[in-house]
């Protein structure tokens, strides 16, 4: 196959799909060719819970109908080089296609720490279809122990899957507390406990510092704390969660501007070189709050990204204002958000900073089944401006995460946040004079000077 196209698009995950879909919604015209390996794109937020057998490995699969049907047309090749002069891609088995405009969605690969024996053969990653069968398989196999390094929101996810399937599971976080992209440490105790609950045996503030082999496999991991775990290299297997790298191998040397956590784009998701735009986990980006660079691989990112590249190709001027970070987790019955920056976060990028915790009902509190929600609002001590909020609940967070992350869009200041007008009913609510986020932001101010001065 050679084909002529005019926007060629590299990767059909979700910052490739909201692109494709929205340049045929605004202009069906424009023919669009969407490379991408896969036989299906897989939905991989629910891979956690596949493993862990609650459903078909199949249902994360999507349909391309959904792609196809809008016009786009879909070349399952992987493409192994690029020609950005002359605009001409070729894939693994020969065949070429030419462009006029390239969208480049190549997503990203999970990171491999550099110590020995990280490529063993029981050593996976979390991210294709093939990474979750061959997780299946071991768990399918007699399986007694998994180590999972990093307790991001996918290590505590995949440890959670192998625990719920009988593995004896060590979770190991060089941090000194689970999730802390996500919460401080002080709202992870609930989280942490709930971890250990489960039989998750912790090992918090260690990095791993080996994995010893036998032959192609790990028989024992050893911490740079001086612990060592025993594998039985014939069913035992690690799984690696320490984050994820832009797949951007393919550009090299074509004078695309990159940086260490992908390729550098404009806020009309344009790159340094004329009709190449590129959006989702493949790029660097920058923080809606401070203007700097900031890390963001989540669908959540790569979708709104996908949606503002078509506009823009197609000469609306969008312009995407930056990262906030919205995102969520599980940990045992317990559900942890957060958005913008944690109070840690916060200080490293030089804020000085003030918080409020509210900690109120999922529910009125005379309603049979009422838990608790707790929340955590950061704030700038010079502009009253709210930074960040994390949200510990066993019921869902995502609602009251979107809220704080509309406030810090919208740059208000806790005084407005206080002022959120809102809706209360006692199966949906908690009581009218207890809403969690008003009630961070009011602890947050009545204890501002009190920080500012400590
Ligand atoms: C286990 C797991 C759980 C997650 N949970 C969440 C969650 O709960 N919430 C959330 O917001 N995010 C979550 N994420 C992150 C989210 O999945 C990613 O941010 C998102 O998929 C990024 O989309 P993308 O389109 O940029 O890249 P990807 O989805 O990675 O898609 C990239 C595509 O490019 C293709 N490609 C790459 N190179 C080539 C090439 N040379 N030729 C042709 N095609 C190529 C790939 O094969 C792939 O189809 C999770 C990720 C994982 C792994």
New binding site residues.
């Given amino acids: 196959m050679n084909c002529e196209t005019d926007v060629l698009v ?7 799909i909201t692109f494709s879909l929205m340049v045929k919604k605004l202009d069906p015209s424009i023919q669009v060719t969407m ?4 036989s299906h ?1 897989v939905v ?2 629910a ?2 819970y596949a493993i862990e057998g609650l459903f078909e490995p199949e249902k994360v699969l999507k349909d391309d109908a959904m792609v196809t049907g809008s016009g786009v047309e879909l070349v399952y090749k ?3 080089s690029i020609d950005l002069l002359s605009r001409k891609v070729v894939t693994e088995d020969g065949d070429s296609c030419h462009f006029r405009r390239l969208f480049i ?4 690969t999970p990171a491999r720490p550099p110590v020995p024996g990280i490529e063993a053969e029981n050593v996976f990653t ?2 294709t279809k093939k990474d979750m069968d061959c997780l299946i398989d071991k768990l399918n196999s007699g399986v007694k122990r998994a180590v999972v390094v990093g307790a991001g ?2 290590g505590i996810e995949q440890a959670q899957a192998y625990r719920a399937r009988g593995v004896e599971v060590d979770l190991i976080e060089m941090a000194n507390h689970i999730l802390p992209n996500l919460i401080d440490t002080d709202m992870s105790v609930q989280a942490q406990q709930a971890l250990v609950d489960q039989g998750i045996r912790l090992r918090l503030g260690t990095r791993l510092d080996r994995l010893e082999t036998a032959g192609a496999l790990v028989t024992r991991v050893v911490l740079d704390n001086g612990e060592n775990i025993e594998l039985d290299p014939a069913y035992d297997f690690v799984t690696v969660c320490t984050g994820m790298l832009p ?1 951007i191998q ?1 550009f090299h040397d074509q004078g695309l501007a990159v940086s260490r956590d992908g390729i550098l784009v404009d806020a009309c998701m344009r790159t340094n070189l004329p009709e190449v735009y590129a ?4 790029c660097a980006f920058f923080s809606g709050i401070d203007g700097k660079p900031v890390a963001g ?6 979708v709104p990204m996908g949606k503002i590249a078509a506009r823009c190709m197609l000469g609306q001027p969008v312009e995407h204002e930056g990262f906030i970070n919205g ?1 969520a987790t599980c940990a045992g019955p317990y559900r942890v958000g957060g958005t913008g920056f944690t109070e840690a976060e916060a200080r490293r990028r030089g804020f000085a900073i003030y918080t409020g915790y509210g900690n109120t009902t999922s529910f009125f509190p005379m309603m049979p089944g009422t838990t608790e929600v707790l929340v955590k609002i950061v704030a700038d001590l010079a502009t009253d401006r709210i930074l960040g909020g994390q949200v510990v609940a066993r019921t869902p967070t995502t609602d009251k995460v979107d809220v704080i992350t509309l406030a810090i869009q919208q740059k208000l200041t806790v005084q407005q946040l206080a002022r959120l007008s809102y809706s209360a009913q006692p199966w949906q609510s908690f009581l009218p004079a207890r809403n969690p986020i008003v009630e961070a932001c009011e602890t947050a101010l009545s204890g501002k000077n009190k920080q500012a001065a400590a």
């Fill in positions: 590299i990767g059909g995950g979700p910052a490739g490379f991408r390996p896969e794109s991989y937020c891979i956690p992987k493409i192994i969605a190549t997503g990203a979390v991210k929101a996918i797949d393919l959006a989702g986990d493949c691989k989540l669908a959540t990112n790569a995102a």
